[in-house]
């Protein structure tokens, strides 16, 4: 009896750790219910001009992401692809996820969003199989004018990005 309650405690703590992350100053946990993901994301150590987000996919081509930039005080979302190792150039009209809170306040950024697993987004972009999900400590946000004034732009992380499997079909 003693020998099935321990299995049991070390599954359900596998199972639980393939829903969460957490490294440095970023910490992620998800959770799924009826056809959708909600992803609760935080990092402490964000500042003006600065993002941080997830990345969804195998290589820096064609990857999936949600960006959370701080901009002038305030924290916004961005949603979007990339072409390839550079930052990216495709950003979504409006995000493509679903902003339940955010919030930035001394250097703590705190988000939870939510999507569909299933395809969805411009790209139709699914979570149903299993994939690495990249988080982005910290990377830059460039002030340029292409010809139409000053735009905030998303510049080159820092670091690179930490890479787990995720399959949503485990939590």
Request: glycine letters at 8%.
């Amino acid at each position: 009896m003693l020998r099935q309650a321990l299995l049991l405690v070390i599954l359900a703590s596998c199972v639980f750790a393939a829903c969460k992350f957490s490294r440095g100053k970023v910490h992620s946990s998800w959770k799924v219910s009826n056809g959708r993901v909600t992803i609760s994301f935080e990092n402490s150590g964000i500042d003006e001009r600065e993002f941080t987000g997830i990345a969804f996919g195998e290589s820096m081509y064609n990857l999936e992401f949600v960006l959370f930039k701080i901009v002038n005080g305030k924290a916004t979302v961005e949603t979007g692809a990339t072409n390839d190792y550079a930052p990216p150039e495709r950003l979504d009209s409006s995000p493509a996820v679903r902003v339940e809170e955010l919030q930035w306040d001394d250097g703590r950024l705190s988000a939870t969003i939510s999507r569909p697993i299933g395809s969805a987004g411009p790209r139709r972009h699914s979570l149903e199989e299993p994939q690495n999900w990249n988080f982005i400590s910290v990377g830059d946000v460039e002030v340029a004018d292409r010809g139409n004034g000053p735009e905030h732009l998303i510049g080159a992380h820092r670091s690179r990005p930490e890479t787990i499997l995720v399959d949503l079909s485990s939590c």
